[in-house]
């Protein structure tokens, strides 16, 4: 892991040189992970800011929290790792004034990323600082995933497979959604524990999963987003489980939805979901190198029109360290697809108060069409036992 993350980073300098930036200042922490190795501690959220300091020609500078430094120092390759207080004349903003000096005319961030007290601070030190968004080249880098990348994707997938597994065999009359949330966790901790050592590295990989599930039950699944409660499941109750922020390994992260049946499946609801499983076929079906992105949208699309529902606002997104990368499969996106780039695919339909139709997949895209990450049954099932 860290030798690819070595090598992104040169080749981030190389970019950096091109596009006439010296210095950049990066602090998102999937960013930091894929150029710099670590993650996985108290950051930004509390007010203590982790930095990853890339010069174009010169070796990059960690810094972070004091008490986070020996295992930032375990995990990552880069040797110049520094640290900061929370009190006292070693905070942060000293530490970062004492690397840089004089801020440089033009400095790289990732604008929409960047934390508001960081912000504040560069603002304040400096009335002539240009802050350049290095958001496009950190994202063109990413866009294209390598074979290693793709292979702990795979091992991600199989991690979301037995979580999907464990979700289905939970399932029955009178049992409340939490305690399926509670086995899906278990499953995909085991899962993902098979793949690790307790050596270098891999020593300080969790396999955890964790986030709250998200999942719905009955009527409720018209909501998308709601998670699992202590409702006591019932006969006819569709049920949906969306691993989004849960099926994760080694800090890449996928889209795994499916829905299941209690006991029975109404028609309408039967009907609902297998137009989300046609449009998410459909748009699977587009999907190969040198297609646009909105084109596989519009696969999905036509499918939902001729249903009778209305369009989706997104088919798809890019996956990797963060939930959301580039290209989207949306209207209006115009990227075209390569080899190596890999996707969640969605199909999806809420019929407000009513009922819901979901299901989603990670892919990567091959020479001649595209590869599952993730495998599951691609139907309406009904749990009857």
């Not at 090598?7 to 210095?23: F, S, T």
């Not at 070693?90 to 508001?116: M, S, Y």
């Not at 299901?359 to 599951?376: P, Q």
């Amino acid at each position: 892991m860290l030798e690819h993350a070595k090598a992104r980073l040169r080749n981030l300098q190389d970019y950096m040189q091109d596009a006439g930036i010296n210095v950049a200042l990066l602090t998102d922490e999937s960013t930091i992970a894929y150029y710099a190795g670590f993650w996985g501690y108290l950051s930004v959220e509390f007010g203590r800011p982790t930095f990853l300091i890339v010069s174009a020609d010169g070796d990059p500078i960690v810094v972070t929290p004091l008490m986070e430094s020996e295992m930032v120092t375990a995990m990552t390759w880069v040797p110049d790792v520094r640290t900061w207080e929370d009190s006292g004349p070693n905070h942060w903003d000293t530490v970062l004034a004492g690397i840089f000096g004089t801020l440089p005319r033009r400095l790289g961030v990732e604008k929409t990323v960047l934390p508001g007290l960081v912000r504040n601070w560069l603002e304040s030190v400096s009335d002539s600082v240009e802050l350049t968004d290095v958001s496009p080249l950190v994202a063109k880098m990413r866009t294209v995933k390598s074979p290693f990348e793709i292979g702990i994707m795979k091992q991600a997938g199989m991690v979301a497979a037995a979580m999907m597994s464990a979700a289905q065999e939970s399932l029955a009359e009178g049992v409340p959604e939490y305690e399926a949330a509670l086995a899906v966790i278990n499953a995909g901790t085991r899962a993902g524990a098979d793949f690790l050592t307790a050596k270098g590295w891999e020593q300080f990989v969790s396999p955890m999963i964790h986030n709250l599930q998200i999942m719905q039950s009955g009527m409720d699944t018209s909501m998308v987003h709601r998670r699992a409660s202590v409702k006591k499941l019932e006969a006819g109750d569709p049920v949906y489980f969306c691993f989004c922020n849960m099926a994760q390994f080694k800090q890449y992260k996928l889209g795994f939805d499916r829905m299941f049946n209690i006991s029975r499946v109404s028609d309408q609801a039967a009907d609902v979901q297998q137009a989300a499983i046609d449009a998410q076929q459909a748009a699977l079906g587009a999907v190969r190198p040198g297609v646009t992105a909105e084109s596989v949208a519009e696969a999905a699309n036509e499918v939902y029109r001729d249903k009778g529902y209305a369009p989706s606002y997104r088919t798809g997104r890019s996956i990797g360290m963060a939930y959301l990368e580039t290209p989207e499969l949306k209207s209006g996106d115009s990227t075209v697809l390569q080899a190596g780039m890999t996707f969640a695919v969605d199909g999806g339909i809420s019929v407000d108060g009513q009922y819901g139709g979901r299901i989603g997949d990670s892919i990567v895209v091959t020479a001649d069409g595209f590869e599952y990450l993730t495998e599951y049954p691609r139907e309406v099932v009904v749990i009857d036992r």
